[in-house]
């Protein structure tokens, strides 16, 4: 269940050998479709777009923030926890039913774009949060679909340290070392593969 004011990923993958996007326009409409139904619950701290897969990092906001800003929440602030955290899940379900409606109608196609049942893992260390922000921003290069983090256009890399200015000095220090860290992981893929089996198989 999703809880507030914690941070998870949040990622899946096409379904069977579908894409997600086909072109540049895809993308675009997945972002904006994004902040209609996720921001008024959560954060965004990093994400990552690729053709076939997604990764996102959000942080749920506070019951009194989603309140403030969401009418339709309110009616449920006197009901049990486990209500409210199904409410938003089903934000997150309904954006990713409405990017599929709308790409099976352009493209004429049939059925579930996405694998069954988004995928959503708590983070809970802020080392942990460190790994899997430049683990997100890497992706695109260990799946191939660049040579170089810097040059992949659907990522947060070059937004993230003005999106989230205290965090990022919480995580990182600097924008030297913010850049330096992604540099030596993407230098030494092994350990890169390490930090993948602990954000994904944990």
Not at 23 to 32: C, D, G, I, T
Not at 37 to 66: G, Q, R, T
Not at 82 to 94: I, M
Not at 110 to 122: P, T
Request: with cysteine; glycine share 2%; proline share 1%.
């Amino acid at each position: 269940m999703l809880q507030f004011n914690t941070y998870y990923h949040i990622y899946n993958h096409a379904n069977g050998d579908d894409t997600l996007f086909r072109e540049k326009r895809n993308y675009n409409y997945f972002l904006k479709k994004y902040h209609q139904h996720i921001d008024p619950i959560a954060e965004c701290v990093a994400w990552c777009l690729m053709s076939n897969h997604f990764h996102l990092v959000i942080k749920i906001k506070s019951e009194e923030e989603i309140a403030s800003t969401l009418e339709k929440f309110k009616g449920l602030e006197k009901l049990e926890f486990k209500a409210k955290s199904a409410f938003l899940s089903k934000q997150l379900a309904n954006f990713f039913s409405c990017y599929t409606q709308s790409f099976n109608k352009v493209y004429k196609r049939r059925g579930s774009l996405f694998i069954k049942n988004f995928k959503r893992k708590e983070v809970i260390t802020t080392e942990y949060l460190t790994k899997l922000i430049v683990y997100i921003h890497l992706n695109p290069v260990k799946h191939g679909f660049c040579s170089h983090f810097e040059d992949w256009k659907w990522t947060s890399f070059h937004s993230f340290w003005c999106c989230n200015p205290s965090l990022a000095l919480i995580l990182f220090v600097s924008k030297k070392q913010y850049k330096n860290m992604h540099l030596e992981k993407q230098l030494h893929f092994l350990e890169y593969s390490q930090i993948e089996n602990e954000i994904l198989n944990c």
